[in-house]
């Protein structure tokens, strides 16, 4: 099965940026739509953003529009979700999905997750 690995959390101040990377593994990353999410304690985990099969379609939650942009790189088998203007509320673990219908629809058992990693925004 694919596996999906993502990297680039860590702390950050209010304002500044970090750049997430999910790498995959297994073969035909290029068929697979591919999405983050993230959760914070107490939270539901929540959508933030979307890509197509190609960097041609992307979608991006209202909350996090403007300030993070997704894109991929199929010949690196990698999605990355740039952060910039970070905000206390981004804080969240964060996880790379992708959906093997290539819809974006995330939903089991067409989709994999990957184990998650930390962002925390704090002064």
């Known amino acids: 099965q694919v596996q999906l690995v993502e990297s680039g959390g860590g702390s950050v101040q209010p304002g500044g940026s970090l750049r997430l990377s999910c790498a995959a593994s297994g073969g035909g990353f290029s068929r697979y739509a591919m999405g983050w999410f993230r959760q914070a304690p107490g939270n539901e985990r929540e959508f933030v953003a979307a890509i197509g099969r190609d960097d041609t379609s992307t979608f991006v939650a209202a909350s996090v529009r403007g300030r993070f942009t997704i894109s991929r790189d199929n010949a690196k088998n990698t999605m990355y979700l740039q952060m910039t203007s970070l905000k206390p509320e981004d804080t969240a673990v964060y996880y790379c999905?992708?959906?093997?219908?290539?819809?974006?629809?995330?939903?089991?058992?067409?989709?994999?997750w990957g184990q998650g990693t930390q962002v925390t925004v704090s002064s």
């Open positions: 999905a992708g959906d093997r219908t290539g819809r974006a629809t995330f939903l089991a058992p067409n989709v994999y």
